[in-house]
C-alpha cells in the first residue's frame, strides 16, 4: 500500500463524520468555530495514529473519543466553565467544581438529532443568505473554504470572512444546537430548505461566471436533501424539495451542447436524462403526497418537474396540465418569477399570444434587471412570428446576462431572428 493511501482512507472516514461530530461538540461547547477547530484536531491526531495502529472498528467513536478529551482538556485548562456555565448548563443544578460532569454528560447525550441540530443552526434566520449557503456548505458539506469561493466566483478572503463574521453571530445569539420544536421547527425548516435549494439553483443555473452549470454544486445540494430527508422523514416539504432536486438535476446532462452553449427544455435530448434521478425524484413526490404535502410549494414545483420527466418525448409533455399547476403556485408561493414561468407555460398550452397577455400582468419593475423576462418575451414573439420585435429582446436579455454561455445563446437567438427577417 503506497504511503499516500492511509491518508487517503482518513481523509474519505473524516468527510463521512466530520458533520456529525462538529455536531456533537457545537452542542457541548455552544461555539460553532471551537467545535469545527476540535473536529479538525482529532482528525490530526487520526493521521498520526492511524497509519501506525490501524484504522478502529468505529471510526466515528474514535473520533468522538478524541475530541472529547481534547475538548475537556482545554477546557480545564482555559478555565472555561465559569463563563459557559449559563450556556452549557444553565439546566442543570448539580455543578462540579470543573464542570467536567457536565460536560461529559453533554456529549453522551445522544438523541439522534445532533446533525439536524447543526443544519438548523447553519441556516438560523440571523444570518444573511449569503452567510448561511456558505456556513453550510462548510460545517455540513466539508467544502474547503477556496471550493466554496470557487464555486461562488468569489474571493477566498471574502468566503472566509463570511464564516468567521456568521460564526460569531451563532456565538452571540447563545443557540443552544438542538432542534427547534412546535411553530419554531417549521419556522426554522423553511430557511433550511431554502438555503438547500439556494445552492442547488446556483448550481443549476449559474447566475454569473463563463460555465452554465456547476454539477458540483447540485451534487452537494442532493447530498444536504437526502440528508434532512433522512433526519425529519415527516415532513413532507423535505421530500417535496428533495424530489425537485432530483427531477431538475436528472436533466444536468442534456442541459448544454458541447460548446457550453444551453440547450431549451424543449430541445433536449431526453435519452440523456438520467432515468435513476427521475425514479428517486417521483418516489421522494410520491412520498411528500401522502404526508399530505402535495399543495406545498417545493412539491408543487417537483410535480410540475414531474411533468417533464414522465414525458418521453418534448410532444407529450402536459403544458394543460403544467400551466394548471402554475396556476395553484402563484396562489401558493406569489412571485413575479413564478408569474414569468406561468406565463412560459400558458404560451406553450395555449399560443404565444396567450404568454405575451400574461407578461403584460407581471410586475415589470421587480424583474427590470432579470434577462429570463426579456428572454421570455422574445421566445414568445418569435413563435408568434414577429420577428423584428423578437430580435431586439433577445438582445436586450443578452446584455442584462451575466453568464457567458447564456448570453451567447441569445445572441444566438437574436441572430436567427435577423437571418429570418432578411429571407423574407
Same mark, same amino acid.
Given at each position: 500500500?503506497?504511503?499516500?493511501?492511509?491518508?487517503?482512507?482518513?481523509?474519505?472516514?473524516?468527510?463521512?463524520?466530520?458533520?456529525?461530530?462538529?455536531?456533537?461538540?457545537?452542542?457541548?461547547?455552544?461555539?460553532?468555530?471551537?467545535?469545527?477547530?476540535?473536529?479538525?484536531?482529532?482528525?490530526?491526531?487520526?493521521?498520526?495514529?492511524?497509519?501506525?495502529?490501524?484504522?478502529?472498528?468505529?471510526?466515528?467513536?474514535?473520533?468522538?473519543?478524541?475530541?472529547?478529551?481534547?475538548?475537556?482538556?482545554?477546557?480545564?485548562?482555559?478555565?472555561?466553565?465559569?463563563?459557559?456555565?449559563?450556556?452549557?448548563?444553565?439546566?442543570?443544578?448539580?455543578?462540579?467544581? *470543573?464542570?467536567?460532569?457536565?460536560?461529559?454528560?453533554?456529549?453522551?447525550?445522544?438523541?439522534?438529532?445532533?446533525?439536524? &441540530?447543526?443544519?438548523?443552526?447553519?441556516?438560523?434566520?440571523?444570518?444573511?443568505?449569503?452567510?448561511?449557503?456558505?456556513?453550510?456548505?462548510?460545517?455540513?458539506?466539508?467544502?474547503?473554504?477556496?471550493?466554496?469561493?470557487?464555486?461562488?466566483?468569489?474571493?477566498?478572503?471574502?468566503?472566509?470572512?463570511?464564516?468567521?463574521?456568521?460564526?460569531?453571530?451563532?456565538?452571540?445569539?447563545?443557540?443552544?444546537?438542538?432542534?427547534?420544536?412546535?411553530?419554531?421547527?417549521?419556522?426554522?425548516?423553511?430557511?433550511?430548505?431554502?438555503?438547500?435549494?439556494?445552492?442547488?439553483?446556483?448550481?443549476?443555473?449559474? #447566475?454569473?461566471?463563463?460555465?452554465?452549470?456547476?454539477?458540483?454544486?447540485?451534487?452537494?445540494?442532493?447530498?444536504?436533501?437526502?440528508?434532512?430527508?433522512?433526519?425529519?422523514?415527516?415532513?413532507?416539504?423535505?421530500?417535496?424539495?428533495?424530489?425537485?432536486?432530483?427531477?431538475?438535476?436528472?436533466?444536468?446532462?442534456?442541459?448544454?451542447?458541447?460548446?457550453?452553449?444551453?440547450?431549451?427544455? #424543449?430541445?433536449?435530448?431526453?435519452?440523456?436524462?438520467?432515468?435513476?434521478?427521475?425514479?428517486?425524484?417521483?418516489?421522494?413526490?410520491?412520498?411528500?403526497?401522502?404526508? &399530505?404535502?402535495?399543495?406545498?410549494?417545493?412539491?408543487?414545483?417537483?410535480?410540475?418537474?414531474?411533468?417533464?420527466?414522465?414525458?418521453?418525448? #418534448?410532444?407529450?409533455?402536459?403544458?394543460?396540465?403544467?400551466?394548471?399547476?402554475?396556476?395553484?403556485?402563484?396562489?401558493?408561493?406569489?412571485?413575479?418569477?413564478?408569474?414569468?414561468?406561468?406565463?412560459?407555460?400558458?404560451?406553450?398550452?395555449?399560443?404565444?399570444?396567450?404568454?405575451? #397577455?400574461?407578461?403584460?400582468?407581471?410586475?415589470?419593475? *421587480?424583474?427590470?434587471?432579470?434577462?429570463?423576462?426579456?428572454?421570455?418575451?422574445?421566445?414568445?414573439?418569435?413563435?408568434?412570428?414577429?420577428?423584428?420585435?423578437?430580435?431586439?429582446?433577445?438582445?436586450?436579455?443578452?446584455?442584462?446576462?451575466?453568464? &457567458?454561455?447564456?448570453?451567447?445563446?441569445?445572441?444566438?437567438?437574436?441572430?436567427?431572428?435577423?437571418?429570418? *427577417?432578411?429571407?423574407?
Amino acid at each position: 500500500m503506497a504511503a499516500t493511501e492511509p491518508h487517503r482512507a482518513i481523509e474519505a472516514i473524516f468527510r463521512i463524520e466530520r458533520a456529525r461530530l462538529i455536531a456533537r461538540l457545537a452542542r457541548m461547547v455552544r461555539d460553532v468555530g471551537l467545535a469545527e477547530e476540535l473536529a479538525q484536531d482529532a482528525f490530526v491526531t487520526a493521521l498520526s495514529e492511524w497509519p501506525r495502529a490501524g484504522v478502529p472498528a468505529n471510526p466515528g467513536a474514535w473520533l468522538t473519543a478524541t475530541a472529547k478529551r481534547r475538548a475537556i482538556d482545554l477546557l480545564r485548562r482555559d478555565r472555561m466553565l465559569a463563563r459557559k456555565h449559563a450556556e452549557i448548563g444553565r439546566d442543570l443544578t448539580d455543578r462540579d467544581d *470543573t464542570g467536567i460532569e457536565v460536560i461529559e454528560a453533554a456529549m453522551d447525550d445522544d438523541l439522534g438529532d445532533e446533525l439536524l &441540530g447543526l443544519i438548523f443552526a447553519a441556516c438560523h434566520p440571523i444570518l444573511s443568505p449569503e452567510a448561511r449557503v456558505a456556513l453550510t456548505l462548510r460545517l455540513i458539506g466539508g467544502l474547503t473554504t477556496e471550493e466554496i469561493a470557487r464555486a461562488y466566483l468569489s474571493s477566498e478572503p471574502t468566503v472566509a470572512q463570511r464564516i468567521v463574521r456568521a460564526k460569531k453571530t451563532l456565538g452571540r445569539a447563545g443557540l443552544s444546537f438542538e432542534v427547534p420544536r412546535g411553530q419554531e421547527r417549521q419556522e426554522r425548516l423553511s430557511s433550511v430548505l431554502e438555503v438547500i435549494y439556494l445552492i442547488f439553483n446556483e448550481g443549476y443555473s449559474a #447566475t454569473a461566471g463563463q460555465d452554465l452549470i456547476r454539477p458540483a454544486l447540485c451534487a452537494e445540494a442532493q447530498r444536504l436533501g437526502r440528508i434532512l430527508a433522512g433526519l425529519a422523514p415527516d415532513d413532507s416539504e423535505v421530500f417535496g424539495l428533495l424530489a425537485l432536486m432530483e427531477l431538475q438535476a436528472s436533466r444536468l446532462a442534456a442541459r448544454v451542447g458541447p460548446d457550453g452553449v444551453p440547450i431549451p427544455l #424543449t430541445e433536449q435530448n431526453r435519452a440523456r436524462w438520467d432515468q435513476l434521478l427521475i425514479r428517486r425524484g417521483l418516489a421522494a413526490l410520491k412520498r411528500a403526497e401522502a404526508l &399530505g404535502g402535495a399543495a406545498g410549494p417545493y412539491a408543487l414545483q417537483a410535480a410540475l418537474a414531474a411533468c417533464h420527466a414522465r414525458a418521453h418525448r #418534448t410532444e407529450e409533455t402536459d403544458w394543460r396540465r403544467i400551466s394548471g399547476l402554475y396556476d395553484i403556485l402563484r396562489l401558493v408561493m406569489p412571485s413575479p418569477v413564478v408569474d414569468l414561468n406561468r406565463a412560459v407555460a400558458h404560451s406553450w398550452a395555449f399560443g404565444p399570444e396567450a404568454g405575451l #397577455t400574461l407578461l403584460d400582468d407581471i410586475d415589470q419593475a *421587480t424583474l427590470r434587471h432579470y434577462a429570463p423576462l426579456p428572454a421570455a418575451r422574445g421566445d414568445f414573439l418569435f413563435r408568434a412570428g414577429r420577428l423584428p420585435e423578437a430580435k431586439v429582446q433577445f438582445e436586450h436579455a443578452a446584455k442584462l446576462s451575466r453568464n &457567458g454561455p447564456e448570453k451567447v445563446f441569445l445572441l444566438g437567438r437574436a441572430a436567427a431572428c435577423a437571418a429570418r *427577417t432578411d429571407m423574407v
